[in-house]
């Protein structure tokens, strides 16, 4: 494991069951997340994006396996194998080492205990010596710097009595009130409005500047991946399809998916005023078609993108993308 990643996943695929079948949801994936850094995952609902997550913390829920692949963790006291942990091991990993931000708030905080109390146990169960005095300090510190107003009052609010905006900045107070090295943040501005949106993203750049914090960013919105992320994977129907530093995405984008997924962003303001949708759906996981996954939704598809299954190549220094106009490319290189 190289010694600037604080996350290394390789040849991960992970299956489900249907009837006596496994099939396969994700499927032979590689990433490097970079110490202190913002990384971007993007694709459509059903690419793969947040059970690659889940996997990282040993949260898939049956009948969800993963069947091969290593996913290496690595801090300040060496590496572990996240795969090849105890579950005792897992738990004092997650909340402390390793934390998550879930897409829905509201389903994520207990509805019959106060704030105070949810923080109280992310903090006692890898501080076990911290008065109660010490940790009502440490909460109210960290609601402080997540910006929440009144924070006193809140500690003592249940989360039905907050907003949409405050119960996720809690969620991130929580996930990074033991100072993880690193969090899985899936959706984190999921139904909130733009003002309270573009202040969630602010603030998550800020405590990663604050906590040295890599941030995974897990989102179909390329908005939100071009506010706050440096790279960024672009996953289709279990596959990473392209990967690049943000800017070279957005500026020499290779792979036809990544362009649908930029033309439906921008279509409104050209001139046309018409909202652009890539034709079709993402197939679900053990239908996918010989070749490419994406041939039949591609505007550029060629007869070989049925036949055979591209691999992914480099069409520019640390730019790599999986489709055959690339490939004969970097072959001819």
């Known amino acids: 494991m190289q010694q600037e990643h604080v996350l290394e996943i390789r040849g991960l695929k992970i299956t489900t069951l249907r009837g006596k079948k496994r099939v396969p949801l994700l499927d032979y994936v590689d990433l490097d997340i970079p110490r202190k850094s913002s990384f971007g995952i993007v694709g459509e609902s059903g690419c793969g994006k947040s059970i690659t997550a889940n996997a990282v913390l040993g949260l898939l829920p049956?009948?969800?396996?993963?069947?091969?692949?290593?996913?290496?963790?690595?801090?300040?006291?060496?590496?572990?194998?996240?795969?090849?942990?105890?579950?005792?091991?897992?738990?004092?990993?997650?909340?402390?080492?390793?934390?998550?931000?879930?897409?829905?708030?509201?389903?994520?905080?207990?509805?019959?205990?106060?704030?105070?109390?949810?923080?109280y146990e992310a903090i006692s169960f890898h501080?076990?010596?911290?008065?109660?005095?010490?940790?009502?300090?440490?909460?109210?510190?960290?609601?402080?710097?997540?910006?929440?107003?009144?924070?006193?009052?809140?500690?003592?609010?249940?989360?039905?009595?907050?907003?949409?905006?405050?119960?996720?900045?809690?969620?991130?107070?929580?996930?990074?009130?033991?100072?993880?090295?690193?969090?899985?943040?899936?959706?984190?501005?999921?139904?909130l409005d733009v003002t309270i949106q573009a202040q969630i993203l602010g603030l998550m750049n800020e405590l990663k500047e604050q906590n040295d914090t890599a941030i995974v960013m897990i989102t179909h919105d390329l908005g939100v991946i071009a506010e706050t992320c440096e790279k960024v994977a672009v996953f289709y129907a279990g596959q990473i399809v392209e990967q690049a530093d943000v800017v070279e995405?957005?500026?020499?984008?290779?792979?036809?998916?990544?362009?649908?997924?930029?033309?439906?962003?921008?279509?409104?303001?050209?001139?046309?005023?018409?909202?652009?949708?890539?034709?079709?759906?993402?197939?679900?996981?053990?239908?996918?078609q010989k070749g490419c996954r994406f041939a039949d939704r591609c505007e550029r598809c060629m007869p070989k993108c049925t036949e055979a299954m591209p691999e992914l190549s480099e069409v520019a220094p640390g730019h790599i993308c999986r489709c055959f106009l690339h490939t004969e490319e970097a072959e001819k290189r």
């Open 127 to 191: 501080h076990p010596g911290l008065s109660r005095r010490e940790m009502y300090e440490r909460s109210l510190d960290m609601l402080r710097r997540v910006n929440i107003p009144r924070p006193e009052e809140t500690l003592k609010s249940y989360p039905h009595q907050l907003s949409g905006g405050q119960l996720q900045r809690i969620m991130i107070a929580i996930a990074l009130i033991n100072q993880p090295g690193l969090l899985l943040a899936d959706e984190p501005t999921t139904a």
């Open 249 to 288: 995405l957005f500026t020499h984008t290779a792979h036809p998916y990544t362009l649908g997924l930029l033309r439906a962003v921008t279509s409104l303001g050209g001139e046309s005023r018409k909202l652009y949708a890539i034709p079709g759906i993402v197939p679900p996981g053990g239908q996918w």
């Open 62 to 119: 049956y009948p969800l396996r993963v069947e091969e692949g290593s996913i290496r963790y690595a801090d300040t006291k060496g590496e572990k194998d996240l795969l090849h942990l105890s579950k005792r091991e897992m738990r004092e990993i997650r909340g402390h080492e390793i934390s998550m931000i879930f897409q829905e708030p509201m389903t994520s905080l207990d509805p019959i205990f106060p704030v105070e109390m949810q923080m």
